[in-house]
């Protein structure tokens, strides 16, 4: 199967693969024998009339052939890519096509026709604001000199994207998150807007329901017991309101979403072999008969 990946947690497969087998192909050797042999046996015997006469039997082995041996042997360089140990955790995924029925909690799977959108897009772009370095050799004076831009990181460290994900025709929701690297999350030049084109697979561990304010993060921590202290303050003054948490965009729908330890999201692509197999064959035209 052909597939172009979006995003892959390379660790988490590798560990993955080397579980399935810790045996990785770096090189291999072809060896060719080119040769034409002829071995032909005859053997007769012959008993008739006519030989009766000298009363005897004529046996004859018969061996003719010619043989032309070459060994030519080919050496090929193997590259491991991390597409090939990835197609080999993909071979022991069940694919999910609808239901969760009858995939248990710690399943190795594979949901196609996925359409993921972005739960947390309004506090993402601000994130990635801070996280790219705008507030760098910023200091607090009355905090003793303290580094904003050090703060940020280590709050964000734990920060994911955080996606919702709809089967086509099914009435299943999925959950996965992303971690948030700071420098790039995504394989091959794609960004988190290019998930939102079209169809995508998700590769994975099923993990069970949960809503989706399950995902909690250290951001988020303290922007809740920043509201809670404001709230807890005798003094307040007015021209100033109380900073509100960002919520996801779907926090308050109630729905249980099945959440997926994400490992990889790939884009499977159809070659032109794939729909030659899939026209089916003609049959046979039957002969008119009399």
Same mark, same amino acid.
């Given at each position: 199967m052909l597939f172009n990946v979006y995003y892959l947690n390379f660790s988490k497969v590798y560990e993955i693969k080397?579980?399935?087998?810790?045996?990785?192909?770096?090189?291999?050797?072809?060896?060719?024998?080119?040769?034409?042999?002829?071995?032909?046996?005859?053997?007769a015997k012959m008993g008739t009339k006519f030989l009766k006469l000298f009363n005897a039997e004529v046996g004859s082995d018969i061996k003719s052939g010619s043989s032309d041996s070459q060994k030519v042997l080919?050496?090929?360089?193997?590259?491991?890519?991390?597409?090939?140990?990835?197609?080999?955790?993909?071979?022991?995924?069940?694919?999910?096509?609808?239901?969760?029925?009858?995939?248990? =909690?710690?399943? %190795? @799977?594979? &949901?196609?026709?996925?359409?993921? $959108?972005?739960?947390?897009?309004?506090?993402?772009?601000?994130?990635?604001m801070f996280s790219n370095g705008s507030f760098k050799g910023m200091r607090l004076p009355e905090a003793?000199?303290?580094d904003i831009n050090n703060l940020f990181n280590s709050m964000f460290k734990d920060y994911s994207y955080k996606l919702k994900g709809e089967i086509k025709d099914s009435d =299943?929701?999925? %959950? @996965?998150? &992303?971690?948030?690297?700071?420098? $790039?999350?995504f394989e091959n030049l794609y960004n988190v807007d290019d998930l939102f084109i079209g169809n995508v697979s998700l590769i994975g561990i099923y993990?069970?329901?949960?809503?989706?304010?399950?995902?909690?993060?250290?951001?988020?921590?303290?922007?809740?017991l920043g509201q809670v202290s404001d709230s807890d303050s005798e003094v307040h003054n007015s021209q100033y309101s109380a900073p509100k948490v960002v919520k996801l965009k779907s926090e308050d729908d109630g729905v249980d979403y099945n959440?997926?330890?994400?490992?990889?999201?790939?884009?499977?692509?159809?070659?032109?072999?794939?729909?030659?197999?899939?026209?089916p064959k003609k049959a046979p035209r039957k002969k008119d008969t009399e």
């Open positions: 080397m579980m399935l087998s810790n045996i990785i192909k770096t090189d291999e050797s072809v060896e060719t024998n080119q040769g034409d042999t002829i071995d032909a046996e005859l053997q080919e050496n090929f360089k193997v590259t491991m890519t991390k597409s090939l140990i990835l197609s080999e955790v993909m071979e022991k995924c069940k694919t999910v096509s609808s239901s969760f029925d009858s995939i248990t =909690e710690g399943q %190795l @799977i594979q &949901i196609d026709n996925v359409s993921l $959108s972005l739960e947390n897009e309004m506090e993402l772009r601000t994130v990635k003793g000199g303290l =299943e929701k999925v %959950l @996965i998150k &992303i971690p948030l690297t700071f420098e $790039s999350e993990k069970g329901k949960t809503k989706i304010n399950g995902l909690k993060n250290s951001f988020e921590f303290f922007q809740e959440y997926i330890d994400l490992l990889a999201i790939v884009h499977v692509i159809k070659s032109k072999s794939d729909e030659t197999e899939a026209k």
